[in-house]
């Protein structure tokens, strides 16, 4: 992978160019796998800066690289082995009392308990045909959706304060990620702005800069890298890479 360096905030640091979004974050999963083979505890490795674009890049590569990532996914209850334990009780004749009894020993997840907990309550009544009454149950599992819990993953983390003893890794430093740029076609126009007293965009972009250059300078442990394109789109190198070339 291409690789810059530049200087930001008196400190030189090198961004690392990919052509693809798939290759930038391959050579970031790369990165991260030889970073845990040496030790590294997964926890302390932070995915920073991440935009919609890389959500399902980033799905695809941890399943590849077999790297857990904490994304915003899914999972239906079916799919959850306690989950199918319970059906079993159900069809063991177990009753409401003894199913919730069973999850409060196992110390479930607060999100699965309470999906669970709402379908016995709206369907364990319904029907007094046993066949019927158990297929409901497993069609309604298959379709009750909960967020996943990863347990153990790496972090999406904002563009803030770091660990100093933390590993991570900007992804898109690209023009239109980092630093945000303010246009200044907001609903109060500039001029505007100054009569008022409050910042023009100018001083908001110069104000931006400087919090990403600080954040940047701050970090101990960093990769950064950027793409040129997506399949959808061509992207532009950030502006503070551009400016210090």
């Known amino acids: 992978t291409p690789f810059t360096k530049v200087e930001i905030s008196k400190k030189e640091l090198t961004v690392y160019e990919a052509n693809h979004i798939d290759d930038e974050i391959n050579f970031v999963f790369s990165k991260i796998k030889n970073l845990i083979l040496s030790g590294v505890d997964i926890s302390k490795i932070h995915l920073m800066n991440v935009k919609a674009e890389y959500m399902n890049p980033l799905y695809r590569m941890s ?8 994304l915003d996914e899914e999972v239906a209850l079916w799919d959850l082995p306690i989950c ?7 069809i063991d004749g177990k009753n409401y009392e003894d199913i919730v009894l069973y999850m409060n020993e196992v110390n479930l997840k607060e999100d699965y308990y309470n999906a669970i907990i ?3 309550n709206r369907y364990i009544f319904l029907s007094d045909n046993y066949l ?3 297929l409901l149950f497993k069609e309604i599992f298959k379709h009750t ?9 790496i972090d999406l ?5 770091t660990n100093s003893n933390d590993y991570y890794f900007l992804l898109g430093m690209n023009q239109e990620n980092i630093p945000v740029i303010d246009k200044g076609e907001g609903i109060l126009s500039d001029v505007l702005c100054s009569e008022l007293g409050l910042f023009a965009s100018n001083e908001k972009n110069k104000l931006e800069k400087e919090k990403v250059k600080n954040i940047l300078n701050q970090t101990n442990n960093l990769v950064i890298t950027y793409k040129k394109k997506t399949s959808f789109q061509v992207y ?4 503070l890479i551009e400016e210090e070339k």
């Open 63 to 70: 399943k590849w690289f077999n790297i857990p990532v904490k």
């Open 84 to 90: 199918r334990k319970i059906y079993n009780l159900l």
């Open 118 to 120: 709402d379908v016995l």
């Open 132 to 134: 019927k009454r158990f």
């Open 145 to 153: 959706k909960v967020k996943k819990n990863y347990g153990a993953g």
């Open 157 to 161: 983390v904002d563009l803030c304060d």
């Open 236 to 239: 532009n190198p950030s502006l």
